[in-house]
């Protein structure tokens, strides 16, 4: 093997691995109210479409809007993406995740959210960055009844 092709693969393997941060970075910035977190993962100019009923938004400052209207909405979250796919070429991206959200929502009380995110990445001047996250919603589903009893998190719950 060449060096080139062995810096090539570097490369991809590097990329790969920014890009999974970038999308656990996401979930991570929104379940800890992390606004600095939630700031540097996007390019300027990026989207954040959510679209119903959380809505869409534009540009970093737009983004982190959105946040704090989210999470005055839902003030707790816990986000899990998995079953990524990710697809590079050169310095632009794209990966689909799947999503699994609790969430404690002021009106609907517990709620699971779940649907996929559809992703575009670039690297610009050496760093990857979110260009734009459209989410499909799957399910909003409201769950009466559920109150942790242990943990951490035991205000997580809210009446609904």
């Known amino acids: 093997?060449?060096?080139?092709?062995?810096?090539?693969?570097?490369?991809?393997?590097?990329s790969r691995i920014a890009i999974e941060r970038l999308i656990s970075e996401y979930a991570y910035a929104f379940d800890g109210h992390d606004v600095e977190m939630l700031r540097g993962i996007w390019h300027e100019g990026a989207l954040l479409a959510l679209g119903e009923p959380f809505g869409d938004f534009s540009g970093i400052e737009g983004i982190v809007a959105a946040a704090h209207l989210l999470w005055a909405q839902s003030p707790h979250m816990h986000h899990w993406m998995s079953n990524i796919l990710i697809d590079i070429d050169s310095d632009e991206a794209t990966a689909t995740s799947?999503?699994?959200c609790l969430v404690a929502n002021v009106e609907s009380g517990p709620t699971q959210v779940g649907g996929v995110y559809r992703d575009r990445f670039e690297r610009r001047n050496g760093r990857w960055g979110i260009v734009e996250r459209r989410f499909e919603l799957h399910y909003f589903t409201p769950l009466p009844?559920?109150?942790p009893i242990h943990g951490t998190e035991v205000p997580f719950s809210v009446s609904a």
Request: proline letters at 0%.
């Open 1 to 14: 093997m060449s060096a080139h092709e062995i810096q090539t693969r570097l490369d991809a393997i590097e």
């Open 98 to 100: 799947a999503l699994d």
């Open 145 to 147: 009844g559920w109150k």
